[in-house]
Nanobody, 124 residues
Framework: QVQLVESGGGLVQIGGSLRLSCAAS????????MAWFRQAPGMEREFVAG????????SYADSVKGRFTISRDNAKNTLYLQMNTLKPEDTAVYYC?????????????????WGQGTQVTVSS
């Protein structure tokens, strides 16, 4: 089993930046995809960004393109989400997720491993 633990959330002003981290432990597939999702109160959980563990192919939601960057450090077994130019609508609980398809997919149902979430709040 894979365990995922997010960190780095917090309160930030409009236009500010945060970097989220997701540490993975346990069994590590040879090639799998990790992603960030977010969920605001009363809203559906939505895809933010994804990356293949091998090859570093990435995918982003239209709402975050040009502002967020997903990356990973294989040696540290850690996933990152650099968030810049933050907006109030970015306020949500951010979740790290993983699946073994080997390609980036954008639906929560397809991800079998989830972290506990970390709160990001962008003040207005």
């Amino acid at each position: 089993q894979v365990q995922l633990v997010e960190s780095g959330g917090g309160l930030v002003q409009i236009g500010g930046s945060l970097r989220l981290s997701c540490a993975a432990s346990g069994r590590t597939p040879s090639d799998y995809t990790m992603a960030w999702f977010r969920q605001a109160p009363g809203m559906e959980r939505e895809f933010v960004a994804g990356i293949r563990w091998i090859g570093r192919s990435t995918s982003y939601a239209d709402s975050v393109k040009g502002r967020f960057t997903i990356s990973r450090d294989n040696a540290k077994n850690t996933l990152y989400l650099q968030m810049n130019t933050l907006k109030p609508e970015d306020t949500a609980v951010y979740y790290c997720a993983a699946q073994t398809y080997g390609v980036v997919v954008t639906t929560p149902h397809d991800y079998g491993y989830w972290g506990q979430g970390t709160q990001v709040t962008v003040s207005s």
